[in-house]
Each structure stands twice: as C-alpha cells, then as structure tokens.
C-alpha cells in the first residue's frame, strides 16, 4: 500500500484520538461475536466526503464499493470507526479510513491511499482493532487489519500468511499510519522439515521506554510447536519511533526462530 503523510512528533504529540479499550496486548483472531459489517447508513457519511475529496484517479460511487469494516468506538458511541476499499481499475483499489461523527453525519478526521494488487496481494477485507494504544499522553492510536485472498508461490521461503495491521492516530482532520503492514501470522521455510515450516504469531504491546516522544512498542513472535517435536519458541523485539514511523516489516520475520537441522550447518573447517 502506498501512503504519504506528516510524521513527525509535532504532527503526532498534538493528536487527540478517542478510540480506547482496556486491552494492550492485540491477538491475532477476532472472535465470532466481533462482527463490523457496514450498513448503508454507515457508508453514507464517507460516500459523502469521498465525492467532495475524489481520489487523483477519479471520482468514485458507492457500487464501486468492494469490501468494508465498521466499528463504533468503545470510548465514544458516537465515533464509527470505517476502513473500505473500492474499485480503481484493474489492478488497484482505492482505501479509506475515516472517523464518522454520527450526530453531525460526517467524517472527522480520514485516510486515503491505493493498494496495488498483484498475484500475492488481492483485497480480502478488513478487521478493525480498538485495543488500547497509547503512545503519549493524549495520542491513543487504533489498527486496520488487511486480509488479502493473494496466493503466494509455492516455492517461497518466506510467507506473510496472515492479515498486516496498520496503526492509525488523529491529527486534526487527518489519520495518520505510525505502524505499517505489520503481519499477525508468518510462515518460514526451514531446511529438512519437509513443507511444515515455522508458522509464527506476533502481538504488541506499550512499552515503557520512549523514542522521540513516543512509547517503544514490544513485538512478541511465538512459533507453533512442530509435529518432528520441537517445541514453542518465542522471541521479543522492541519497535522504536524515528520521529516519523516505527517502521515497516516484522524485525526479523525472514529468518526462522527453531534450530536448522544439523543436516544443513555449515560444515566446520
């Protein structure tokens, strides 16, 4: 997904976001009852905005609409929470993520960019996550969870296998990302394991140390314990804020946590 925008601790540490629940460890699963399905009274607002805000590509219309998730906040009933994409061309499709104020009917504060599909990448949905993210005082941040319904080949060592989390703040009238396409689920190739591999699940949560004005953010990795025996493993890592993102990518997601066979060591000189 492309995106631009201001990053930096100015543009962030004066952000009021009114999107928080008691969580701060995010799973990677929703549960049955999590449903965020869109009603057409919900989309309105942001048809709307998008008529008066037209992507550069185009005007757009609520049939080009392919897949969206709504979720009123836990922290003000009168805050929905919209992620939707809709059709660009052939090989595109437009992404908003807007606050609706449901008295005013009306966007607050949103998010636009293009998602650019190829074999791997085709828009599935998306899951809106209101785990407490607090990353300073006043500056609470919310994720959209992007499941794509891609293929990757076969042959590939490394595999994003589950929805990418995006983290969102508010400043102004805009939502900004600070975390990008974060992966919930990973699989790894390892030499002599047949076609098992290493299927990893990672979380976050709130740190206690800061970097550049903003909460570090702990990333936990946990492996599946594998059918040959061995067991679980788990791995931390620390995300800190440069001043205008904590990154993109999982640290160290192309390599696997468990033992490489004796088989497949270096042999020694």
Request: hydrophobic fraction near 40%; include cysteine; glycine fraction near 8%.
């Amino acid at each position: 997904m492309s995106r631009r925008y201001c990053l930096s601790p100015s543009c962030l540490l004066g952000a009021s976001l009114l999107l928080a629940v008691g969580m701060s460890i995010l799973t990677p699963f929703a549960s049955a009852a999590d449903q965020q399905e869109c009603t057409p009274a919900d989309l309105a607002p942001v048809d709307a905005w998008l008529a008066r805000h037209p992507w550069h590509v185009g005007k757009t219309s609520p049939d080009s609409l392919v897949t969206a998730a709504c979720k009123r906040s836990p922290a003000d009933a009168n805050v929905m929470i919209v992620a939707a994409a809709y059709v660009q061309g052939e090989d595109d499709k437009n992404e908003i993520v807007a606050l609706v104020d449901g008295r005013a009917r009306a966007v607050r504060a949103a998010f636009t960019g293009t998602i650019s599909e190829d074999v791997i990448t085709r828009v599935g949905s998306f899951r809106i996550d209101t785990a407490r993210y607090e990353l300073a005082p006043g500056v609470r941040a919310f994720g959209v969870d992007f499941s794509s319904i891609g293929h990757a080949s076969g042959a590939s060592e490394f595999i994003r296998s589950g929805p990418e989390r995006t983290l969102f703040v508010q400043h102004g009238m805009t939502l900004r990302p600070v975390l990008v396409g974060f992966s919930l689920t990973t699989w790894n190739a390892v030499p002599d394991r047949d076609r098992r591999g290493e299927l990893s699940n990672w979380t976050i949560s709130i740190g206690t140390t800061r970097s550049n004005g903003l909460f570090d953010l702990v990333v936990t990795r946990t492996t599946e314990p594998d059918e040959a025996g061995i067991p679980a493993l788990s791995a931390r890592s620390v995300l800190h804020f440069d001043g205008k993102s904590y990154g993109y990518a999982n640290p160290g997601e192309s390599d696997p946590l468990g033992p490489r066979p004796a088989a497949s060591a270096p042999r020694p000189p």
